[in-house]
């Protein structure tokens, strides 16, 4: 009986690659064609990567995302994904409802982590009803 597998998902295969530089997509596929597949550590000038999701803590029009800007021009951020203005979005109960995403990496050691989610908190995700106040 052959075995499915399928890579991890949530960007995780991103941040190995990142780090180690092996490509567990293509891994998965060698593994699902019976060959051995290429687990090679490269070089890659990260230490460590991680990534922090944005979530909706309420329903509502999204009118857009507060900080963006500057969070994507920080050095670390090597991906930032966020929801358009004008999408209908709901407090997160899965990861269905994700505002978005920012992968981080640090070249010198452990703190990917750490300015994840630092730059995280300072996404705020704006809403239509609230742009009609302001």
């Not at 900080?67 to 979005?89: F, N, S």
């Not at 505002?99 to 704006?126: I, Q």
């Amino acid at each position: 009986m052959s075995r499915l597998l399928r890579p991890a998902g949530n960007r995780i295969t991103e941040l190995v690659r990142r780090v180690t530089g092996i490509d567990l997509a293509a891994a998965a596929v060698d593994v699902a064609l019976g060959a051995a597949p290429d687990l090679t550590h490269r070089p890659t000038g990260v230490a460590s990567a991680a990534i922090a999701f944005l979530l909706p803590e309420r329903n509502g029009l999204l009118a857009g995302v507060d900080g963006a800007e500057q969070v994507g021009q920080h050095p670390a951020v090597v991906e930032l994904t966020l929801a358009e203005p004008g999408r209908q979005v709901r407090r997160a109960v899965s990861n269905n409802e994700y505002l978005g995403h920012l992968l981080a990496t640090d070249p010198e050691g452990a703190a990917a982590l750490d300015t994840a989610e630092r730059l995280l908190a300072r996404l705020v995700p704006r809403y239509a009803e609230e742009a009609v106040r302001a």
